[in-house]
């Protein structure tokens, strides 16, 4: 999706190590969302933000952090605390009838 | 607990075959179901989205089913073409404004 941009498309962590995943956005939405996809499951809900300067918690967000400082930018950091990050991280977008529906490319996250 | 099933997880039909993916939910106070088409290493792409007041939305050669009773949606691909071979997730929204996923099913069309 052109409007949303995700970055890097892959990330390598070294044990104890907090990195930082990129999500921005040009199509002036309110809400985005962090979600995980592990082989073989459905995707998760980590962290979502229906505004800037507020967010809330999703179902996984043990070992997850997230800022909204500004509409265009929701970055993820996952942190020293999440045992098993290795998966594959999708930003979304609110669509038409308020829920997710404009993805990112995703960013894929391995550990050293 | 809210589930999301789809069943196969894997399928694969020869060009020009028409097929339907299955997708189960367990509770049926379902305010919509999104059918979401995923490419190898890439973000989801929005296809279909029934509200749970319609039975069914049609795009192109794509139509997908509502069946909130039996807690049922289907994804009715219509001659099936190499460029639709992906994953295809579908997910329902419930009361809690979160989005429930299903695990997918791998589609392969081969020539």
């Known amino acids: 999706d052109g409007g949303i941009t995700q970055s890097p498309k892959y990330l390598f962590r070294k044990e104890g190590q907090n990195v930082t995943l990129s999500c921005e956005q040009n199509l002036n939405h309110d809400a985005m969302y962090w979600y995980r996809q592990d082989p073989g499951q459905g995707l998760r809900l980590i962290y979502y933000?229906?505004?800037?300067?507020?967010?809330q918690k999703g179902d996984i967000a043990e070992g997850y952090s997230v800022s909204r400082e500004k509409k265009e930018s929701f970055p993820l950091t996952v942190t020293s605390a999440q045992k098993n990050p290795t998966a594959f991280y999708l930003c979304a977008l609110e669509g038409a009838w308020n829920q997710p529906q404009h993805f990112g490319d995703g960013t894929r996250l391995s550990i050293l | 607990k809210q589930e999301v099933t789809q069943i196969p997880a894997a399928l694969s039909v020869p060009e020009g075959e028409n097929l339907v993916l299955n997708c189960s939910f367990t509770d049926s106070a379902i305010y919509n179901l999104q059918w979401f088409r995923q490419d190898p290493g890439k973000g989801l792409t929005s296809l279909l989205l029934?509200?749970?007041?319609?039975r069914e939305q049609t795009s192109g050669r794509l139509n997908a089913s509502l069946d909130k009773s039996s807690g049922r949606s289907t994804l009715y691909i219509a001659a099936s073409q190499p460029g639709d071979s992906a994953t295809y997730l579908c997910a329902g929204l419930y009361n809690t404004d979160k989005l429930i996923f299903g695990t997918g099913t791998r589609l392969q069309v081969f020539p």
């Open positions: 029934i509200q749970s007041s319609q």
């Open positions: 933000s229906q505004i800037v300067n507020d967010f």
